[in-house]
């Protein structure tokens, strides 16, 4: 048999997370709890990270060690590694908490950029924080390093849009050179928030750019359910999956390096997606394959052939009995 | 999984044809068991390595929930799902089990490496002399060769097994090791891709083909095997074997593919040769000689004749030409001959009149006697185009073959035969890819291109529309993607990864990125994997990951090991930084061994940052006073003042471990009768210990634990130190 039960979550899981190598899980719950899996069927920690329901947790990258950041539904964001002296049991200790203020965080994501660690968060009024760690051995100095709208255009800013969710992938690539950049969209009830932009930090002004926008005139302001930054192992382009109330939408972005900061996109396909809402969007290690997750209970698996068509690949449905 | 290519239930792939993959078409669903009572909440996805999906499948949690006790449902599972096997697009996967087929994996590897390094010191020979490289190329296809038979061999050996110690004379069928349909397609495309000595003799070649695998051709519709092996199983009971039409029909059958050893063996089964028939038959016996041995000396075009195969051996086609017009000719002449009216068995009389005409290649009866359309195939090759040379109008002789005996169990290796006759390498690879899975497809790709341009120009044209990557390339993807897919055969992804130019190395940076640092063999592993493919810059990343773990989970020795090996300035700074400021907390304490071996670890050579080259000092002053008060030798009490005079000399040395070093050195100058300091050294100090007492009124001191009563016991032991060297002094 193919399938192979990895673990069993406890009562109340509501959402989880895999470390890089897929090889550790953890799992927030409705209480506030979080438990971390190591291939065992139940889990290796447990513990109390917040008082109320943890609605996302987020791996670090793993040259900042074994830590985890966890969104809670109170809107605050808290940071734990996993530590241990000597020959003693591992340990999670909780390295930084981070309010919301007067808004919520809705999500983090970290990047890892030649030896510095970005986190990007996304709040509730529609801004966007980026922090960087200063410190490489611990986990607890971050410095606000931007701020900023997820709006092109200052005059679109009108009000404080209320956010629902937020998505953010960073670029996966981390070659030498690499500009820093990250793709983020909003599911709001502003249009101008919502449409995803690619993010970059411009060395030379110390700057946060939004480089470009996905999306035609007539989709732009579709709300946002899920992005995904698909790893490249050779492409000219880059692919950027985007899921929105009307499909998924793939994209293929250029940097063009002879124009003046120029990136070129193209939507190469619109997928139909779900019967009901995307959840999840993720590419596999080469970055050809895509699997999505949504409000119907699947497990959709998308690809291009070699006429660059993409196609719904598999299905796995999850809506199974008990057997 | 498979990029590019069609869905398991999709036709087969045609990347020329500019037609796009028709959506339409429903794709493969599988349901996944979790045993997570539905409705399901939310579904989690993750891929690790290869096509691992993690998924995890939640349901609706309550507030209630959580805490331990409460519901006994299960609020969720993990389920592991290899997308690259049990879609049942694989034939392999029925027959050749997992051990099997890593095993298979495994052995190629060599094979594959070998080949693939003497094509690129082909092509480098060729861009060096900046001419064709023609004489070479010539030779290519022998190289193929040689790694087909390798391969082959490894898929399996249809004569390992021992012979039988007591030779059963009625055994129509001989034992073998059971054939492989991996093994079969394998050598059908050895035949007609490679191996170009075979060319002139192709029908024989197909012939052998077919007694090998003729098995494997059709689980559903009839084969001549099928009837050989009934008949086998029905000749115990047979009293009179010419009374029973299998007989005959077996005969015909074996005889229409060409199993002349088959036809032979059975023909003595007659029972006109036995003793006491010997005298009324004797006719009849000498008809059925008669066609033994015409069948027996069938000319065969070949180079040569394994032992117990019948037939005569032509090597040249005049030889062949000229052996068939007069076995031919033999034939006709038994066929007319007047002895069948004597012939009294009637069943007799038409089975072997069968098998002359057979023999004579009557279209009818050759039909008749064979049951699937390869066979007729075959039998239309062997006795009715005898001189056929190469590919000839094969396919439109398969076509009409397949049109008289369709057959409705689709194959694998008919799909693949229909691919070669066709001359269409893309049919090929699609069959390959869909019955065969991506090993195959990986290796057979080598046989395709060895001398066929078409092919070579289909598999290694880049394709813009997969980021420039060629077929070839992505099948190479594809199949480390599979070998990703399990701890067992990870180890073997980069030789296939490596030789993928575009984005092989792309692919095998992240595999090896995504290796678990846990285990420490693992990370050696994972290292010489990046030293042997030239990865710096992924080796470093993976000791700073494992140096930041082992630094984490109480290792720090380990941590700092790793963190070198990184070259990781940036963190071993910090790691000086905070050695430094935890000694300078409490440097009276006896934690000496505890930092003492990390500031070994850590090494000089990291700069002067962090006060590491102090720490490095201060650490030598330490030992020499400690050598000093247990050995109480004057010498080692001389250096280690000495080294206290430079250390407080030193402006490195951070004003706060000026009186622990000197309160260190009280017991020393206390117990020595004679002065360890001359004068000017003694005032020197003295002046230190004024500048901290000074400094102790300022607001930014910081106190570190040693109380006035340390400060007077060192003035009283500088002071009294002071005054016996200037008596001493002249």
């Not at chain 1, 109340?12 to 065992?40: E, I, P």
């Not at chain 1, 591992?90 to 970290?110: A, D, M, Y």
């Not at chain 2, 006035?708 to 016996?724: E, W």
């Amino acid at each position: 048999m193919a399938d192979r039960q990895v673990a069993q979550l406890g009562p109340g899981a509501a959402c989880c997370g895999w470390n890089h190598c897929g090889r550790r899980l953890a799992a927030g719950a409705v209480d506030g709890s979080v438990s971390v899996y190591d291939s065992q069927p139940s889990p290796s920690s447990k513990w109390q990270a917040h008082e109320c329901a943890i609605v996302n947790v987020v791996w670090l990258p793993p040259e900042y060690g074994d830590a985890i950041a966890c969104v809670c539904a109170d809107g605050t964001l808290s940071l734990w590694e996993e530590v241990a002296e000597d020959d003693q049991l591992p340990t999670w200790r909780k390295c930084k908490v981070f309010e919301g203020g007067n808004s919520h965080i809705l999500n983090v994501q970290f990047g890892l950029l030649l030896s510095s660690l970005k986190m990007v968060t996304a709040y509730s009024d529609g801004q966007v924080k980026v922090y960087e760690l200063l410190d490489s051995l611990e986990l607890d100095k971050w410095q606000l390093q931007a701020e900023f709208q997820n709006i092109t255009d200052p005059v679109s800013r009108n009000g404080k849009p209320e956010c629902v969710s937020a998505s953010i992938a960073w670029s996966p690539r981390r070659g030498e050179g690499q500009q820093a950049s990250f793709v983020i969209g909003f599911n709001s009830d502003s249009p101008h928030f919502n449409s995803c932009k690619i993010w970059e930090f411009e060395e030379a002004h110390q700057r946060w750019l939004p480089l470009i926008e996905l999306g035609s005139s007539e989709d732009k302001g579709d709300r946002v359910h899920a992005v995904a930054w698909a790893p490249n192992i050779g492409r000219p382009y880059e692919i950027i999956a985007v899921a929105t109330c009307k499909g998924i939408y793939i994209w293929h972005a250029g940097f063009n390096p002879e124009a003046d900061r120029g990136l070129s996109t193209e939507n190469v396909a619109v997928l139909p997606g779900h019967d009901g809402e995307v959840w999840q969007l993720e590419w596999d290690m080469g970055g050809m394959t895509l699997a999505s997750t949504g409000g119907d209970g699947m497990v959709k698996l998308w690809q291009a052939n070699l006429n660059g068509v993409w196609h719904e690949q598999a299905v796995l449905d999850c809506n199974g009995s008990r057997d | 999984m498979m990029p590019g290519m069609p869905a398991a239930n999709g036709g087969a792939i045609v990347p020329f044809s500019g037609e796009p993959h028709h959506a339409a078409s429903v794709p493969h669903v599988r349901p996944i068991r979790h045993g997570v009572a539905p409705p399901i909440f939310r579904v989690y996805v993750s891929w690790s390595s290869g096509n691992l999906l993690q998924v995890a499948c939640l349901r609706q949690p309550s507030p209630e929930d959580g805490g331990g006790s409460g519901s006994e449902e299960v609020a969720g599972r993990v389920v592991e799902v290899n997308l690259g096997v049990g879609n049942g697009s694989a034939e392999v996967e029925k027959e050749v089990d997992e051990a099997e087929m890593r095993r298979i994996e495994y052995g190629s590897v060599p094979a594959f490496a070998l080949l693939q390094s003497r094509k690129n010191a082909l092509a480098g020979t060729a861009a060096m002399s900046h001419m064709q490289a023609v004489p070479e190329h010539a030779e290519w296809w022998q190289y193929v060769l040689e790694y087909s038979k390798t391969i082959g061999y490894l898929l399996g050996n249809p004569d390992s097994l021992p012979a039988p110690m007591i030779e059963d004379a009625r055994a129509i069928l001989k034992v073998k090791e059971k054939p492989t349909s991996l093994k079969a397609a394998w050598e059908l495309l050895e035949i007609f891709y490679v191996d170009k000595q075979l060319h002139s003799w192709l029908p024989e070649r197909l012939v052998d083909w077919l007694a090998d695998y003729d098995s494997l051709l059709t689980k559903t519709d009839g084969t001549v095997y099928c009837k050989l092996s009934n008949f086998q199983k029905k000749l115990i009971n047979l009293q009179i074997v010419e009374n029973d039409p299998d007989y005959w029909n077996g005969l015909s059958a074996a005889l229409s593919v060409g199993w002349l050893d088959v036809v032979v063996n059975m023909l003595r089964f007659h029972g006109s040769y036995q003793l006491d028939q010997m005298d009324n038959r004797e006719t009849e016996n000498g008809l059925v000689e008669a066609v033994a041995v015409l069948v027996s000396t069938m000319p065969r075009m070949r180079p040569d004749l394994p032992t117990g195969k019948l037939g005569q051996c032509c090597k040249t086609r005049p030889d062949f030409i000229k052996a068939w017009e007069k076995w031919r000719g033999q034939v006709s002449k038994l066929e007319c001959s007047a002895f069948w009216i004597q012939c009294g068995h009637q069943k007799t009389r038409d089975g072997l009149k069968n098998l002359l005409h057979i023999m004579m290649g009557n279209i009818k009866d050759v039909t008749a006697a064979t049951s699937h359309w390869l066979e007729l195939f075959t039998s239309h090759v062997l006795y009715i185009r005898p001189f056929t040379v190469g590919f000839e109008g094969m396919h439109h002789l398969a076509q009409k073959c397949i049109q008289l005996k369709p057959s409705f169990d689709n194959n694998g290796l008919t799909g693949l035969l229909t691919g070669i006759l066709s001359e269409n390498p893309e049919v090929v690879l699609a069959e390959c890819t869909k019955k065969f899975g991506p090993w195959m497809v990986t290796h057979a790709m080598e046989l395709l291109a060895a001398d066929n341009d078409y092919a070579d120009i289909m598999l290694h044209e880049e394709r813009p529309n997969f980021g420039g990557m060629s077929i070839e390339e992505l099948h190479r993807l594809v199949y480390a993607q599979v070998l990703c897919s399990h701890s067992l055969t990870w180890q073997i992804a980069p030789t296939y990864l490596s030789s993928c130019l575009n984005q092989g190395l792309g692919l095998l940076e992240i595999l090896l990125l995504k290796q678990p640092i846990q285990d420490n063999r693992l990370v050696l592993k994972t290292l010489e994997l990046c030293r042997l493919y030239e990865l710096e810059n992924v080796s470093t990343n993976i000791m700073k990951i494992a140096g930041i773990f082992h630094w984490k989970h109480g290792r720090k020795g380990t941590g700092v090991y790793w963190f070198q090996q990184a070259h990781d300035k940036v963190r071993l700074d910090r790691i000086a930084q905070q050695l430094f400021e935890r000694i300078g907390e409490s440097v009276a304490a006896d934690n000496f061994k505890q930092w003492e071996g990390l500031l070994e670890l850590l090494g000089s050579d990291i700069g002067s940052a962090g006060g590491l080259e102090f720490l490095h000092r201060y650490r030598d002053f330490k030992r020499s006073l400690q050598q000093a008060l247990e050995g109480r030798t004057a010498e080692a009490a001389r250096q280690t003042v000495e080294f206290l005079i430079q250390l407080m000399r030193n402006p490195s040395t951070p004003q706060r471990f000026w009186l622990p070093l000197l309160h260190d050195s009280v017991m020393l100058l206390n117990c020595k009768p004679r002065p360890l300091l001359n004068v000017a050294e003694t005032t020197l100090l003295l002046n230190k210990l004024q500048e901290v007492s000074m400094a102790k009124l300022r607001p930014d001191y910081c106190s570190n634990q040693l109380t006035s009563h340390a400060l007077n016991s060192v003035r009283l032991a500088l002071a009294s130190n002071l005054a016996c060297a200037i008596l001493e002094e002249p």
